[in-house]
């Protein structure tokens, strides 16, 4: 028997867990390792006041810098990015809003539709995006294992085989890769 846990990382664009497990082509599922608690996201995070260094002259695009974390490009998903921009020194500060006065794109790259002209350009930007670290995932949602033959706690883990569904039989892996949803910790393989 073996245990393969899963690999977690973080869909930049939503925020949710992404499962994923490497397991032998033939190798038989015999269980299904589910965790205590599950997450069901990441966190938004509020990246406030970030200074940008503006290039003099008419700049149409900037990278914010790698530094930062990659903003998410979907409006639907979080609140609009604003800025707070000086076009040149002793010109008044203007209050940008995204999708109006800037755009974010992949990668960080911030386009201006009307250019940010000037000299001894100030710029800040505030932003939310999801945490995309999955170490920083919190899991907080109780599991309750229902729907299920039996439990067997071994190495502080509970194995359940479930009555019916995909592992009320034994189940050999036809792939040697996967995803899982975030209640399921680890998979107890023949290998």
């Known amino acids: 028997m073996a245990k393969v846990t899963m690999t977690t990382t973080v869909n930049p664009q939503t925020g949710a867990p992404i499962n994923t497990f490497a397991i032998g082509n033939g190798d038989t599922i015999k269980a299904v390792v589910l965790r205590p608690k599950l997450c069901a996201s990441s966190y938004q ?3 406030v006041n970030l ?10 695009t900037f990278t914010i810098p790698n530094a930062s974390p990659v903003p998410i490009v979907d ?6 990015a604003t800025m707070v921009v000086q076009q040149g020194a002793g010109v008044e500060e203007e209050n940008w809003v995204e999708g109006v006065n800037f755009i974010i794109g992949a990668n960080r790259v911030l386009t201006f539709p009307d250019n940010f002209v000037g ?10 995006y999801y945490d995309p670290v999955a170490n920083n995932l919190n899991y907080d949602v109780p599991v309750y294992p229902s729907n299920t033959k039996g ?6 883990l509970n194995l359940i085989v479930w009555n019916e569904g995909i592992l009320a039989q034994e189940v050999k892996a036809f792939d040697t890769s996967g995803t899982a949803n975030g209640v399921v910790l680890a998979l107890i393989t023949d290998a």
């Open 45 to 47: 995070v509020r990246q």
């Open 51 to 60: 200074s940008l260094t503006i290039p003099d002259g008419t700049v149409s």
């Open 75 to 80: 409006l639907n998903i979080r609140p609009a």
């Open 119 to 128: 000299t001894n350009k100030v710029a800040t930007i505030s932003y939310t």
């Open 151 to 156: 439990v067997i706690t071994m190495d502080g």
